[in-house]
């Protein structure tokens, strides 16, 4: 059973080299060609620990292909993922602008019975769109030909993708039909020696449990936020509290971890669509809308911080940023806390003098020329570099070589001994006896 993943990016080219890792033969399918050109010469277009090594030995095992044309693809294969962009549209909703010109292509080719899965994060009734649009396609052909529409999103977390992908805490699987589902549980045994991994459900729950989960998990995030605030405006440390409600079983200890937003290109646009849907059922969602916005108030607060520390016009500023990517062990600038932080202060008059081990490259390409214009803003070659006469450090993204760096060091490089951690990675009562000001976000310390 070959199989055919469209769209290569984070979750396309996980999967694709996973299941090849896994002896199956895989075809990977772009648009872009630059993309593919460039995988077909060994050369990846993200970022992600141990992806690397498995593309490129399942490329030379002759098990892992990539092409720009579909039909293709589609020639000795019966089971297409679909696995490109659902980006927010205008209105925030999912973009499936993409998923259905896929669905359309395959409809034009579509020579057997075939099943069609779809793993992007696509709202409840896609799957009805996809089938619809398949159906279309045939019907123009004058051709009867059996598919199934499965719904199997995908729960990896970039910077751990491909950890996640082969070690899945679960799999879910929406399907209507046995023998699709005889297929998907074929596809799925060698991710599921251990224990039974796969869940199966209807189509419409499969798509409503992966918003459902990015939207408790970024409330997680956000309430945490809001109780980090709180606690600098009450003097308490916000480090001891989530030690001590993470300890309760029912709570939890992962995802209260408080810092300055959560990014990437899954939370904002999933709690955003999700709250589409409902808008679109004339069904309001406090919650939801809540935590939208403490994360965009969250994204602010670094900056507020420094301002309140160093006044509202910060020319003549120069601030070092640690981390650039939305979260460590990721190239992914998408919704980025830094962006937000960055832009602030150059609107403000400040320079910025920022470094990240990953995602420099990203950064180079893609955030806007005028950021880099005039020198306001430079990347630094090395962490210390950008410490180099700044007027502060301030920690957006907690990358590990971050986590314990020579504060003597530190000290030396810095004009001065400030140090806004936005993350709270480094415990104050250790800087202090250094002679260093400190902010964390939470901490009940002001700057
Ligand atoms: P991405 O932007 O990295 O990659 C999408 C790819 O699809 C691009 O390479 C694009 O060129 C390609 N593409 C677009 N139209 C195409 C077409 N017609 N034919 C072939 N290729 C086409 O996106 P991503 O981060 O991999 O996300 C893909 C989906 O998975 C989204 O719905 C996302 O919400 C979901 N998802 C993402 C993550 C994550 O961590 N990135 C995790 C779980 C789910």
């Known amino acids: 059973m070959n199989l055919t993943v469209i769209g290569t990016g984070y979750v396309g080219l996980v999967t694709g080299a996973c299941f090849a890792e896994m002896g199956r033969t895989v075809t990977c399918v772009d648009v872009d060609a630059g993309k593919i050109e460039g995988l077909k010469a060994g050369v990846l277009p993200i970022y992600e620990p141990g992806l690397e090594e498995i ?105 751990a993708a491909v950890a996640d992908f082969m070690r899945p805490d679960r799999i879910i699987v929406g399907c209507e039909s046995e023998r699709a589902r005889e297929i998907m549980k074929k596809l799925y045994a060698p991710f599921n020696r251990n224990r039974e991994r796969v869940i199966y459900m209807g189509v419409k729950e499969a798509e409503m449990t992966k918003y459902a989960a990015n939207a408790l998990l970024a409330t997680k995030i956000s309430f945490m936020n809001e109780i980090a605030n709180l606690c600098d405006l009450l ?5 001891s509290v989530r030690e001590g409600i993470g300890s309760d079983s029912r709570i939890g200890s992962h995802f209260i971890y408080p810092g300055c937003g959560y990014g990437g290109s ?88 920022a470094y990240d081990p990953v995602a420099m490259d990203a950064a180079r390409k893609e955030w806007p020329a005028a950021w880099f214009e005039a020198g306001r803003l430079s990347l630094a070659a090395h962490q210390y570099e950008a410490l180099e006469g700044a007027d502060a450090l301030v920690l957006v993204t907690e990358w590990k070589p971050f986590r314990h760096p020579d504060f003597a060091a530190m000290k030396r490089l810095l004009k001065a001994p400030i140090i806004l951690d936005g993350r ?23 700057l």
């Open 266 to 353: 899954c939370f904002p646009k999933d709690v955003q669509a999700l709250i589409r849907t409902a808008h679109a059922r004339g069904y309001a969602t406090p919650v939801l809308d809540a935590v939208e916005a403490r994360n965009a108030a969250q994204k602010q607060v670094l900056f507020q911080k420094l301002s309140r520390r160093f006044g509202s016009d910060l020319r003549g500023h120069t601030f070092a940023v640690w981390g650039l990517a939305f979260k460590p062990g990721t190239d992914d600038l998408r919704e980025a806390p830094a962006r937000v932080l960055i832009e602030a202060l150059l609107n403000a008059g400040a320079s910025v003098r």
């Open 55 to 159: 593309v490129l030995r399942n490329s030379a095992e002759d098990r892992l292909h990539f092409t720009t044309e579909l039909p293709e693809a589609m020639q000795d294969s019966k089971v297409y993922f679909i696995a490109v962009g659902t980006p927010p549209g205008e209105d925030g909703s999912a973009d499936l602008q993409y998923v259905l010109a896929v669905a359309r292509q395959i409809g034009r080719h579509l020579d057997g019975y075939s099943v069609i899965v779809d793993k992007s994060t696509v709202p409840v009734g896609t799957a009805d769109k996809v089938r619809a649009a398949v159906q279309a396609e045939l019907d123009v052909r004058g051709v009867k030909i059996p598919f199934d529409v499965v719904s199997n999103p995908e729960f990896l977390k970039e910077g």
């Open 235 to 239: 003097g308490v440390d916000v480090e």
């Open 424 to 446: 709270n990675q480094y415990d104050p009562e250790e800087l202090q006896p250094l002679g260093f000001e400190y902010e964390g976000i939470g901490r009940g310390l002001a």
